[in-house]
């Protein structure tokens, strides 16, 4: 029963190449099937097939089949502890793109849902899920935004907390402002206006988010009722001044303002209850963001290589069990044979006694070989004492 | 007995004060308040049975002790969370020093009062509450304006060193004020049937906690946002030091 990996990932593969092999989650679960005990975690960073008492070769075909071409010098591929060791990073986000993402929890969970693997796999996977959880409850990796647009939501989270139900104008539609919107609706808050100088890309982006288109002429009315201001238009100048802002708001309001040149006038930063994040703000808070995920990882990778460890030790039991198991089966076998010879020329109650004392002898006397097996199955001695114990005990001939 | 339980509280309070220091610690710290406001609740107890059932903290120390106790349990139902930590931070070192300063006072052990007036055990015990009210407000109040001047100056450790959002810390203080409030009223209702019931005269202390009073009753009355309430928060907050300090040195004597 070998455990091995074959896969391509961004590390070693362009995009070009790796969307020629991803598969969605049927795919992927299907592909595995098709291969027998095997998993494939299929994702936009990577798509690798874990195999279970297979040929690599079996996986190498695969993929090479759905990329249409040789995959020499790109596939990489690994066995046992190295193989373990890896899943449990890329469970944790550790291999990802962005350090500590966690969405690939989830995905690598879904692969070993949709496969269906033998006991080693399985083994290796739900250990791999716990590590991923262990990594994100144990450590901060991935509370803190990796992007702008993420930094974005999660810096007007600091002023709101719950953004659930915030009201947010979107001023410039165009990709950075629709980032930047996803992200603060993906938090609960309501893309309320898109305002635009084209009114119809407006009304298309307002449409996706359910809000409503804005001409720029209206922004004064606007601003009295959200809660987010987010610009990105390409206006050579300030679009809005502190006059523009209302006077008498109760709430605080947050304003992100992602547009080079600049499209908020520095001065609203300073009105009482107005909070302002410029491009180069917002990049420095993920600069240092990305400081700590990096901090963070560190302990991540701790917890990574406790859990290869414990995979190890695993393992390595399984080598010894075998040798156990024969062990005690001979033991009893000799037990039950000889109290066979006496169960004539004994009472009942006598041979009940005799039974139960023989038993608990021959527990007694297994008790220490077994731990000391198990503790030396860890060590590189364990096949060693395990060969001992047959050879001792003539389990081997018995075998045979 | 009673002495036996200070020092397990004192040291659970010592452990949350320095726990508290840093992100990995703060469940060892929230621990720590946890366990230590239990030891101080037997140690209470404790005294209340040593006093023969009197009350055993009409004296300053007495009542130190008792704030204490308010101000953990305060803090333990409203802001023991692992983002309130900088909260917790301000909270426990002063929870630790007024404790040790009680046991100084000789407000830790279990002499019976002089008193043995329902009235003013209610008076103390709904003060003593609602002080502790306040002071937590105040931290909540101080927390928010530190943390609005990090959001206003753009600070890029802003989600390194994440502290409660705005809006929880503004809901936080205004509830605790909401709840703290009553007890200063009927604490002070009970002081004033007490003192016409006895013929006192109305004292200094007694302007500066009604005049708290007002501060507070406004706060509620016209529930102001952002900055503004903060201030608000920590300006009652000040009257509410001034007049229990100058309290310690006239009112229990």
Redesign the interface.
């Given at each position: 029963m070998t455990l091995a990996l074959v896969g391509l990932s961004h590390h070693v593969a362009p995009v070009a190449l790796r969307e020629r092999v991803t598969l969605d989650l049927d795919g992927a679960g299907s592909l595995a099937r098709s291969l027998g005990d095997a998993v494939c975690l299929s994702t936009c960073n990577r798509t690798e097939i874990y195999l279970e008492g297979l040929d690599e070769q079996v996986a190498v075909s695969a993929l090479e089949q759905l990329a249409g071409e040789s995959l020499d010098g790109v596939l990489y591929r690994m066995q046992e502890d190295a193989a373990a060791l890896h899943l449990f990073r890329v469970a944790s986000g550790l291999d990802s793109l962005v350090p500590g993402e966690g969405e690939i929890l989830g995905q690598v969970r879904a692969a070993y849902e949709a496969a269906d693997p033998g006991p080693l796999l399985g083994r290796v996977f739900r250990q791999a899920v716990v590590v991923g959880k262990r990594v994100r409850t144990q450590t901060?990796i991935g509370?803190?935004?990796a992007s702008v647009s993420s930094?974005a939501a999660?810096?007007a989270?600091?002023?709101?907390?719950?953004l659930r139900g915030r009201r947010v104008l979107l001023i410039g539609a165009g990709r950075i402002s629709e980032l930047a919107a996803a992200n603060l609706a993906s938090r609960g808050a309501h893309i309320a206006y898109v305002a635009n100088r084209t009114l119809e890309t407006a009304r298309e982006l307002a449409r996706r988010f359910g809000g409503q288109e804005l001409e720029l002429g209206d922004l004064g009315r606007a601003l009295a009722d959200v809660d987010v201001v987010v610009t990105s238009t390409s206006a050579p100048e300030a679009i809005l001044r502190p006059a523009d802002v209302p006077s008498k708001r109760?709430?605080?309001l947050f304003f992100i303002d992602i547009a080079v040149p600049r499209d908020l006038d520095p001065a609203i930063?300073?009105l009482?209850?107005c909070?302002?994040?410029d491009i180069d703000?917002l990049e420095?808070?993920v600069?240092?963001?990305l400081?700590?995920r990096r901090a963070e990882g560190a302990r991540a990778e701790q917890f990574v290589v406790e859990e290869a460890e414990r995979f190890k030790s695993w393992r390595a039991s399984l080598e010894v069990v075998p040798a156990i198991a024969s062990l005690r089966a001979r033991a009893e076998e000799i037990r039950s044979s000889e109290l066979a010879k006496v169960d004539r020329r004994m009472s009942e109650d006598a041979l009940r006694t005799l039974e139960s004392v023989t038993a608990q002898i021959l527990n007694k006397l297994l008790h220490l070989p077994t731990i000391r097996m198990k503790e030396a199955a860890v060590t590189a001695d364990g096949a060693e004492y395990a060969d001992a114990v047959r050879y001792l005990f003539g389990l081997e001939e018995e075998a045979r | 007995m009673v002495e036996v339980l200070f020092w397990p509280a004192l040291v659970a309070y010592g452990e949350a004060a320095f726990a508290y220091a840093t992100?990995r610690t703060s469940r060892a710290a929230t621990w720590g308040v946890r366990l230590g406001w239990l030891a101080q609740t037997a140690l209470l107890a404790a005294q209340v049975i040593g006093a023969d059932g009197d009350f055993p903290w009409s004296s300053w120390a007495g009542t130190l002790n008792l704030f204490v106790w308010f101000l953990v349990g305060t803090y333990l139902i409203w802001g023991c969370r692992p983002r309130f930590r900088l909260l917790g931070l301000t909270v426990m070192p002063l929870a630790f020093a007024l404790f040790v300063v009680a046991r100084i006072g000789g407000g830790t052990n279990s002499k019976a009062s002089h008193y043995g007036d329902l009235f003013l055990v209610l008076h103390v015990g709904m003060l003593t509450a609602a002080f502790a009210g306040f002071t937590l407000a105040a931290g909540l109040a101080a927390l928010y304006l530190w943390?609005e001047h990090r959001?206003?100056g753009?600070a890029?450790?802003?989600?390194?060193m994440?502290?409660?959002?705005?809006?929880?810390l503004e809901f936080l203080a205004w509830r605790t004020i909401l709840v703290s409030l009553p007890l200063l009223t009927i604490g002070l209702a009970i002081g004033v049937v007490r003192q016409s019931r006895d013929g006192g005269t109305f004292d200094e202390r007694e302007l500066l906690t009604l005049v708290a009073w007002i501060v507070y009753g406004g706060f509620l009355a016209a529930r102001p946002?952002?900055?503004r309430a903060a201030c608000l928060a920590l300006g009652g907050f000040v009257l509410v030091v001034v007049a229990r300090v100058a309290l310690a040195g006239s009112h229990f004597t």
């Open positions: 901060s509370e803190s935004p930094a999660a810096l989270a600091q002023v709101f907390g719950d109760r709430a605080p930063g300073k009482d209850g909070f302002l994040y703000d420095a808070v600069a240092e963001t400081e700590l | 992100v943390q959001l206003k753009r890029h450790d802003i989600l390194r994440r502290l409660p959002p705005l809006a929880s946002t952002g900055r």
